[in-house]
């Protein structure tokens, strides 16, 4: 594998800060008016493209975030039943598993009295199902923003515009 400079070397620890190739290349020193077309030529670099991978891949194992435990947490959020979280009258349940309790995004609790009597008002709010849902659904292929169409097709133009 080619060596690289300490350009690029700075390149690559910039890059893994915003995947921003534009951005990467101009805090590496890189002039700001050619830093896209830098940025664009060093990741066509094979000993950039290697020491990028291996950095992530570091850094993945160092911190214990990987694409499977992203999965896990979205499964947790999409999957997770209200009525696991709380009672029917809106009370916490703190037998519920620890999965279950931290897809609780906010609880709010207010009481109040009058002359009539008194009443307690209690609102849990779970993380978005649907979002997590939606990603779940994205990473298993099954939402598909664009139609990429590729092949080959015959077209007979005809000019009628004699008649």
């Known amino acids: 594998m080619a060596r690289m400079t300490d350009r690029q070397k700075r390149f690559v620890e910039e890059y893994l800060i915003d995947l921003n190739a534009t951005q990467a290349a ?3 020193g890189y002039s ?3 830093a896209q077309e830098q940025g ?3 990741l066509q670099k ?10 992530i891949a570091e850094r993945s194992k160092r911190t214990g975030i990987n694409q499977d435990r992203v999965i896990q947490e979205l499964a947790k959020l999409a999957f997770v039943n209200m009525t696991d979280i709380v009672d029917e009258k809106g009370r916490i349940n703190f037998n519920a598993s620890d999965d279950d309790l931290s897809c609780i995004e906010g609880i709010k609790y207010k009481s109040s009295s009058s002359e009539s009597g008194s009443s ?4 849990v709010k779970i993380s978005s199902k649907l979002k997590a849902l939606e990603l779940l659904g994205k990473h298993l292929g099954m939402f598909v923003d664009k139609v990429n169409l590729t092949g080959e097709t015959k077209v ?3 000019d009628d515009l004699d008649d």
Not at 120 to 123: A, D, H, K, P
């Open 26 to 28: 101009i805090r590496a």
């Open 46 to 55: 094979t000993s950039v493209q290697s020491a990028i991978g291996k950095a």
């Open 32 to 34: 700001p008016q050619t």
């Open 40 to 42: 664009y030529q060093l």
């Open 156 to 158: 007979t133009i005809v």
């Open 120 to 123: 307690i008002e209690r609102e």
